[in-house]
């Protein structure tokens, strides 16, 4: 029985996680960050893999590693044994450090994949007048819209995300060119407003909705 092929989305998330790692090297690893650069859904991916396993740091300080081989060597190649030569023995430590390594990295990888991103609903933006709809969650400072149906807008055009206070004028948080789109902004309190404005391609010049407002959602009012 052979296992269900990853989708596209799949394989991207996978392909950031091991940026964020740093298993990927060389060409392979040049070849992400050029993507990171051009594909904000790419980006997006990244900066998610970023905040998931940032937390596996916060225990920990930096220092200078010991050296370690001469309390292995010892334990390893007591005195009746040390008849053997100096290289076969470093060959094989060297051999034992690097499995060692490996074994590291694919459990950080298996920790990784098993610990999900958890995510607070905020608000669901869409209307049964809309071809489009989004979804927009918080993780930690950061918020996470994703777009759940329809399609970008149409070409020359982009969509538009706007917070709007209580009786205040709307601020742009960004523009949705792409199906997920992260935000260094954290969740707006309830009562606050988020809507999705029709603009020209590249957003308001005016820093105001110019076009179209087409999705209004009120944070709390869907909770």
Do not use: C
């Amino acid at each position: 029985m052979t296992g269900t092929p990853l989708s596209p989305k799949e394989i991207d998330d996978s392909l950031a996680g091991e940026y964020v790692l740093g298993v990927l090297i060389g060409a392979e690893r040049a070849e992400a960050e050029n993507r990171a650069k051009r594909d904000p859904g790419f980006a997006a991916l990244i900066s998610a893999w970023e905040f998931r396993l940032g937390g596996l740091n916060a225990g920990y300080r930096e220092m200078t590693a010991p050296n370690l081989f001469p309390a292995i060597e010892a334990r390893l190649f007591p005195s009746a044994a040390r008849a053997q030569s100096w290289h076969g023995r470093r060959n094989r430590l060297t051999s034992w450090f690097s499995g060692a390594v490996v074994a590291a990295a694919l459990v950080a990888v298996v920790v990784a994949f098993v610990i999900p991103l958890r995510i607070q609903h905020v608000a669901t933006l869409a209307s049964e007048t809309s071809t489009v709809g989004y979804e927009v969650g918080q993780f930690g400072q950061h918020l996470r819209v994703t777009r759940i149906v329809g399609a970008p807008a149409d070409p020359g055009l982009v969509h538009e995300l706007w917070l709007i206070p209580p009786g205040g004028s709307p601020v742009s948080l960004g523009l949705l060119e792409s199906a997920s789109l992260i935000i260094n902004q954290p969740a707006p309190a309830v009562g606050w407003t988020l809507a999705v404005s029709v603009e020209p391609e590249g957003g308001s010049t005016t820093g105001q909705p110019t076009g179209p407002v087409i999705l209004t959602a009120e944070v709390g009012a869907d909770t």
